[in-house]
């Protein structure tokens, strides 16, 4: 079972990944506002509903990704002691946050050579949200939403790992609903604000505050698993 508290880390794991978020995503956010029809773009108020979907359709994905493999951790709890597939899975996910957290923080990038692995799977989808360019209702908007959150991301591979040991298809899916409600503040400010907050995101002290934080979360993770 996943404890209250794990929920609360997942939220707090994608509001401090969110500078990666920025960087990663800063050009899909711009080319999906820059989808919207011209008469739209020069309000905030007009935007919101399309920044809405966009960012509900990739949490949406987040979910779906999350509910397999909470399904999949399930399983390999049949195939062993629940307790010892619990701590196993556990562990992996801690070393996956400390990955993450050196790569947040600019010390390590092996993870960039995971997000490739991802490559293959993007390469099929992404024709499919050129079609729906430009977008005209918010709902078009959460449908490219839905295609954007299977982009390779580091960041989502790291809390998939962890969505794993939930051992359930409904928990699995309650963590990837954190984490992506995790990562809605930073993302929706930039499709809003853009420049600025992009530029925010790329200071190195900004990144290495967020890395060492998502670090403090691995280690705590680990320590539980052993």
């Given at each position: 079972?996943?404890?209250?508290?794990?929920?609360?880390?997942?939220?707090?794991?994608?509001?401090?990944?969110?500078?990666?978020?920025?960087?990663?995503?800063?050009g899909i956010i711009g080319a999906l506002t820059f989808g919207l029809p011209e008469?739209?773009?020069?309000?905030?108020?007009?935007?919101?509903?399309?920044?809405?979907?966009?960012?509900?359709?990739?949490?949406?994905?987040?979910?779906?990704?999350?509910?397999?493999?909470?399904?999949?951790?399930?399983?390999?709890?049949?195939?062993?002691?629940?307790?010892?597939?619990?701590?196993?899975?556990?562990?992996?996910?801690?070393?996956?946050?400390?990955?993450?957290?050196?790569?947040?923080?600019?010390?390590?990038?092996?993870?960039?050579?995971?997000?490739?692995?991802?490559?293959?799977?993007?390469?099929?989808?992404?024709?499919?949200?050129?079609?729906?360019?430009?977008?005209?209702?918010?709902?078009?908007?959460?449908?490219?939403?839905?295609?954007?959150?299977?982009?390779?991301?580091?960041?989502?591979?790291?809390?998939?790992?962890?969505?794993?040991?939930?051992?359930?298809?409904?928990?699995?899916?309650?963590?990837?609903?954190?984490?992506?409600?995790?990562?809605?503040?930073?993302?929706?400010?930039?499709?809003?604000?853009?420049?600025?907050?992009?530029?925010?995101?790329?200071?190195?002290?900004?990144?290495?505050?967020?890395?060492?934080?998502?670090?403090?979360?691995?280690?705590?993770?680990?320590?539980?698993?052993?």
């Open positions: 079972m996943v404890e209250p508290m794990s929920y609360l880390t997942a939220f707090v794991v994608g509001l401090s990944g969110g500078v990666h978020c920025i960087g990663m995503c800063g008469k739209l773009r020069g309000s905030l108020v007009d935007t919101l509903p399309y920044q809405l979907g966009y960012n509900l359709g990739r949490i949406s994905s987040y979910v779906i990704a999350g509910g397999i493999m909470g399904g999949l951790g399930m399983l390999l709890a049949e195939l062993v002691p629940v307790y010892l597939a619990q701590r196993v899975l556990l562990g992996v996910a801690g070393l996956f946050m400390l990955f993450l957290g050196l790569y947040l923080g600019g010390w390590w990038l092996g993870l960039a050579r995971i997000e490739a692995l991802g490559g293959a799977l993007w390469r099929r989808i992404e024709p499919i949200a050129r079609h729906l360019l430009p977008v005209h209702t918010p709902g078009q908007a959460w449908v490219l939403g839905l295609i954007w959150g299977w982009i390779p991301c580091g960041l989502v591979y790291s809390t998939l790992a962890w969505s794993v040991s939930a051992g359930s298809v409904l928990e699995g899916a309650g963590l990837m609903l954190a984490f992506g409600l995790g990562t809605l503040p930073n993302l929706f400010a930039m499709g809003l604000l853009g420049s600025g907050i992009a530029r925010w995101a790329k200071d190195i002290r900004v990144r290495r505050a967020a890395g060492l934080m998502v670090i403090g979360f691995g280690l705590v993770t680990v320590w539980r698993a052993l």
